[in-house]
């Protein structure tokens, strides 16, 4: 059974940091795309930062240059890592994995197992 765990969040100031993490387990993480998403009350899910086999990584516009993500194979672990937040940034936050040849990293249809997601409050 496929399960995935989030941690790391919390509540920090605008231009403060936060690192996520995406514990999975019944399968590894290098078999998989494992993407980030985020949704706030009232909105639709939105992809942040994916990540798949042989290193390719995608990120949304509204991210880029602030965020990083990364794994550790050995921990079977993704990491994201969260810089400059914004108060647009508060929202909660999942990670989910599906197939390893994902072609719109950002979709969230494309995603098989999700995890139950983790609260980022950026106040201004």
């Known amino acids: 059974q496929v399960r995935l765990v989030e941690s790391g969040g919390g509540s920090v100031q605008a231009g403060g940091s936060l690192r996520l993490s995406c514990v999975v387990s019944?399968?590894?993480?290098?078999?998989?795309?494992i993407g980030w998403f985020r949704q706030d009350p009232g909105k639709e899910r939105e992809g942040v930062a994916a990540?798949?086999?042989?290193?390719?990584?995608y990120y949304a516009d509204s991210v880029k240059g602030r965020f990083s993500i990364s794994q550790d194979t050995t921990a079977n672990t993704v990491f994201l890592q969260m810089d400059s937040l914004l108060p647009e940034d508060t929202a909660i936050y999942s990670c989910?994995?599906?197939?390893?040849?994902?072609?719109?990293?950002?979709?969230?249809?494309?995603?098989?197992?999700w995890g139950q997601g983790t609260q980022v409050t950026v106040s201004s």
């Open positions: 989910a994995a599906g197939g390893a040849r994902i072609v719109t990293l950002l979709n969230r249809f494309a995603y098989d197992y």
């Open positions: 019944g399968t590894t993480v290098s078999s998989h795309c």
């Open positions: 990540l798949c086999p042989r290193g390719v990584t």
